[in-house]
């Protein structure tokens, strides 16, 4: 039987990210393992979805003393498990998933790589990542980028050889869920929602998801936003999305109190407040694949997104949304200007972006390109193997 370990950093990566692939993967023959951190709520899913999972303590910041346990506690499971193949990802669980399974000698490893955290350090703290990145992918059989901009990213920075890297289909980790994710599903956003809405006398409703952090670029669309008030245009703000930044969260608050904003902290179902916005702003300093931006256009809700490694793969430019430089608070407003000057065409363009979601994102299909080509690489190691063995 093909089997294989899958090890993100922490629980609620793998009910996000996995949801529904651990099932599908058990359907096509495989013996599936999860490890990750687990709030205890992890095993259990797992086992609902016909794999199972082991708990390992992972932090999201290095650290140096349970960092060397957690890789002798993965070695040692590895080692025992034996599996056909390793897949990690995120930076904590893919570093220490290359150097388990290298140690265990895992015959495939692959390290998918969804974002680079280094893109917004500076100094020492990004020579040290960079170091450890480089380390993760020279110990993997192949590094997946799920973008072409953040594989590019990788191989201009000397991470690893061109040869080594790949992106299956147009990216995405993971794809989205084009029938939950759907006009057809409506969910009711809540009371205070379309209370805020109902008091912005038809002003554009720009929504923005994810964490309230500089690196989201936040601070840069509150500017567009505000300049776009300050000349005369009715522009409202909906911000879903936990704080990670205490001044930038100050800031929101701020904004919330003036009454153009409306702050909301991460939810599990995002679909009643994609619902009621017109366009979603993705104003990133760095990305991955932006899963976010998938969501919006299967409900029909155009994005714009900046020219950031990985966003700018998220959208087509002008067709199913739009793309500004990393920063320019000038030219995002202008672009926030002709959305609100052209509603029309704003719809149709939404209605484009889910044409293209479901036809180059949907989860199923990144599924199947996954498991045909983790099938393909095991076929290869082991036909090398007979060989070798054929030839002694």
Not at 84 to 109: C, D, E, H, N
Request: glycine share 8%; proline share 3%; net charge positive.
């Amino acid at each position: 039987m093909k089997s294989i370990c899958l090890i993100v950093t922490a629980e609620v990566t793998a009910l996000s990210f996995l949801k529904g692939f651990v099932r599908f993967l058990t359907d096509q023959g495989w013996s599936v393992t999860v490890i990750a951190a687990s709030s205890g709520g992890l095993e259990h899913w797992a086992s609902s979805e016909g794999g199972c999972a082991m708990s390992l303590d992972l932090e999201r910041d290095p650290h140096l003393g349970s960092d060397y346990r957690a890789l002798l506690r993965l070695f040692w499971l590895l080692r025992a498990m034996k599996p056909s193949i390793v897949v990690s990802a995120t930076p904590k669980a893919g570093l220490l998933g290359m150097l388990a399974a290298t140690g265990a000698r895992v015959p495939v490893r692959v390290y998918e790589l969804w974002g680079l955290r280094l893109e917004t350090e500076h100094g020492l703290k990004r020579m040290l990542l960079m170091c450890l990145e480089w380390l993760a992918m020279a110990c993997a059989s192949q590094v997946w980028a799920n973008s072409n901009s953040l594989a590019a990213a990788a191989v201009a920075m000397r991470l690893l050889p061109k040869r080594k890297i790949r992106v299956l289909g147009k990216g995405s980790s993971h794809g989205v869920d084009c029938e939950h994710f759907s006009r057809a599903q409506p969910v009711e956003p809540p009371a205070s929602v379309v209370d805020f809405v109902g008091r912005s006398d038809g002003a554009l409703i720009i929504g923005f998801i994810g964490r309230i952090t500089r690196d989201k670029g936040l601070d840069t669309l509150l500017n567009a936003v505000r300049r776009c008030n300050e000349h005369g245009l009715t522009v409202r703000l909906l911000v879903v999305g936990d704080d990670e930044d205490p001044a930038l969260f100050q800031r929101v608050s701020h904004e919330c109190r003036e009454g153009n904003v409306y702050l909301s902290p991460f939810v599990e179902d995002v679909r009643g407040y994609l619902s009621v916005m017109d366009v979603l702003c993705l104003p990133t300093l760095r990305e991955g694949f932006p899963n976010v931006v998938l969501e919006a256009a299967c409900m029909e809700i155009p994005s714009i997104v900046s020219n950031a490694t990985g966003a700018i793969d998220s959208v087509v430019d002008g067709e199913t949304g739009w793309v500004f430089q990393t920063g320019d608070v000038r030219g995002l407003a202008s672009r926030i200007a002709w959305v609100a000057a052209n509603r029309d065409a704003v719809r149709a363009v939404g209605c484009a972006a889910r044409v293209y979601a479901v036809g180059a994102f949907s989860r199923e299909m990144v599924w199947r390109d996954k498991e045909s080509n983790w099938a393909r690489l095991i076929r290869s190691v082991r036909d090398v193997q007979r060989r070798v063995t054929r030839s002694e």
